[in-house]
């Protein structure tokens, strides 16, 4: 009987303690590849293709590991791409579920030309994630990654009518300035300098126009001027 008690008494000890060592299920390695676009936060929704001849799976995009062949004849998930593979989730010839990298040519879709238009999607965000890394800005962003490039704004101003919306955000950057005044010591006759207070300036500021979520211009300061408008493509609209 003591010992059943003492056993009780242990598991409510320990399972406070697991709880509280748990640690949040870090992100996977497979979603952090630079140089891939990964579709479901990029576009909010996923995209389907239609095998339409079994192809070999591959483990990297590099297509240096074969994982099994993917079956002919069904419809996958399309998770990730580049410019010239696609990674994809589905079943494979021997009837089990497979996810990995396969050629386009596998694959079919109710878009004619989802290769294209695919090839398109992935060289803008490769643009825009290169601005994104720099902290820049571009027409034709979306509000979305003008917020991942720039942070929040320090100011907005949105407009709606039957049209749409509008709007502007701005975004500061400031710098501390601080201000010495010189002072003589009564005793000694030394000369020093004396902090006197700390201003916060404006160093640069970045204001965006927008129309229905898309930037429509872009206007920064002297600091920041002197290089070409940045233009990228605007966000691409899939309907299948």
Same mark, same amino acid.
């Given at each position: 009987?003591?010992?059943? !008690?003492?056993?009780?008494?242990?598991?409510?000890?320990?399972?406070?303690?697991?709880?509280?060592?748990?640690?949040?299920? &870090?992100?996977?390695?497979?979603?952090?590849?630079? *140089?891939?676009?990964?579709?479901?936060?990029?576009?909010?929704?996923?995209?389907?293709?239609?095998?339409?001849?079994?192809?070999?799976?591959?483990?990297?995009?590099?297509?240096?590991? &074969?994982?099994?062949?993917?079956?002919?004849?069904?419809?996958?998930?399309?998770?990730a791409i580049t410019d010239k593979i696609y990674r994809v989730r589905g079943?494979?010839?021997?009837?089990?579920?497979?996810?990995?990298?396969?050629?386009?040519?596998?694959?079919?879709?109710?878009?004619?030309?989802f290769i294209a238009i695919l090839k398109k999607l992935y060289e803008r965000?490769?643009?825009?994630?290169?601005? !994104?890394?720099?902290?820049?800005?571009?027409?034709?962003?979306t509000l979305k990654e003008v917020g991942l490039s720039l942070g929040t704004?320090?100011?907005?101003?949105?407009?709606?009518?039957?049209?749409?919306? *509008?709007?502007?955000?701005?975004?500061? !950057?400031?710098?501390?300035?601080?201000?010495?005044?010189?002072?003589?010591?009564?005793?000694?006759?030394?000369?020093?300098?004396?902090?006197?207070?700390?201003?916060?300036?404006?160093?640069?500021?970045?204001?965006?126009?927008?129309?229905?979520?898309?930037?429509?211009?872009?206007?920064?300061?002297?600091? &920041?001027?002197?290089?070409?408008?940045?233009?990228?493509?605007?966000?691409?609209?899939?309907?299948?």
């Amino acid at each position: 009987m003591k010992l059943e !008690i003492l056993a009780i008494l242990t598991a409510c000890m320990v399972l406070p303690l697991q709880a509280q060592i748990k640690r949040p299920e &870090r992100k996977s390695l497979l979603d952090s590849d630079p *140089s891939v676009v990964y579709l479901e936060p990029t576009l909010g929704k996923p995209l389907e293709l239609t095998v339409i001849k079994e192809a070999p799976v591959f483990s990297g995009k590099d297509g240096q590991h &074969r994982l099994g062949t993917l079956k002919a004849g069904q419809t996958v998930k399309l998770e990730a791409i580049t410019d010239k593979i696609y990674r994809v989730r589905g079943e494979g010839k021997n009837q089990d579920g497979v996810a990995g990298w396969v050629a386009p040519w596998a694959f079919a879709s109710k878009e004619p030309d989802f290769i294209a238009i695919l090839k398109k999607l992935y060289e803008r965000q490769m643009q825009v994630q290169a601005l !994104i890394a720099e902290k820049q800005v571009a027409v034709g962003m979306t509000l979305k990654e003008v917020g991942l490039s720039l942070g929040t704004p320090n100011k907005t101003s949105v407009r709606k009518t039957a049209a749409g919306q *509008s709007g502007r955000w701005e975004f500061v !950057i400031y710098e501390e300035v601080k201000n010495y005044v010189t002072e003589v010591d009564r005793q000694t006759g030394a000369v020093y300098r004396r902090l006197a207070s700390v201003t916060r300036q404006e160093k640069s500021k970045t204001a965006v126009e927008f129309s229905d979520d898309v930037v429509t211009a872009v206007e920064e300061s002297e600091d &920041r001027v002197g290089g070409a408008v940045r233009i990228v493509v605007p966000p691409l609209i899939f309907r299948w």
